[in-house]
């Protein structure tokens, strides 16, 4: 059977020191399958479009800023994440410089800027904590990952680097 997940972008936007990233609370939906916990900004890409510009279009819709520096950190195969047990694919990307100023929310919740210290202190996916350290470490190599999902729970997880 052919793999065919939902393509998605993930990104994680620095403070201009570098010290803080912008996370997304997801507070504002009830019947999120995200409600509560923290998560970087993204979301499908649109017939037609390729990743970095679906990417910038998710940012400047969620967060309001325009991406002027970024780097792809990452891919991630997650089958069986969708709250139905869809397959999900995503591009993950660090953005180190923008323009313009985030407000304090939108749809989905209110935006934070985290102390990169403190994302493991944070409510988030179980997966993101094994993942997101691969996205801020200094290995300039992108990883390549898979995460399989069943019933809202990681399984398993594996990854390499080129």
């Not at 403070?15 to 999120?32: F, I």
């Not at 309001?64 to 997650?78: I, N, Q």
């Not at 209110?110 to 994302?119: M, P």
Request: proline share 8%.
């Amino acid at each position: 059977m052919p793999y065919t997940p939902i393509l998605a972008t993930l990104g994680y936007i620095l403070s201009p020191d570098r010290a803080r990233v912008l996370m997304v609370h997801r507070n504002a939906r009830p019947g999120d399958q995200h409600l509560g916990k923290y998560n970087g900004l993204g979301g499908k890409l649109d017939p037609g479009e390729d990743v970095v510009s679906g990417f910038r279009r998710e940012i400047r819709e969620e967060a309001g800023v325009e991406c002027t520096d970024l780097a792809l950190r990452g891919t991630l195969s997650w089958p069986g994440f969708g709250k139905a047990g869809e397959d999900w694919f995503g591009f993950v990307f660090l953005v180190t410089a923008f323009t313009g100023e985030p407000p304090a929310g939108n749809a989905e919740g209110s935006l934070e800027w985290i102390e990169l210290g403190r994302l493991p202190d944070l409510p988030l996916w179980e997966g993101d904590r094994l993942f997101l350290p691969l996205v801020f470490d200094d290995d300039p190599r992108a990883f390549h990952g898979v995460m399989p999902y069943r019933d809202g729970r990681m399984q398993s997880w594996a990854f390499q680097r080129l």
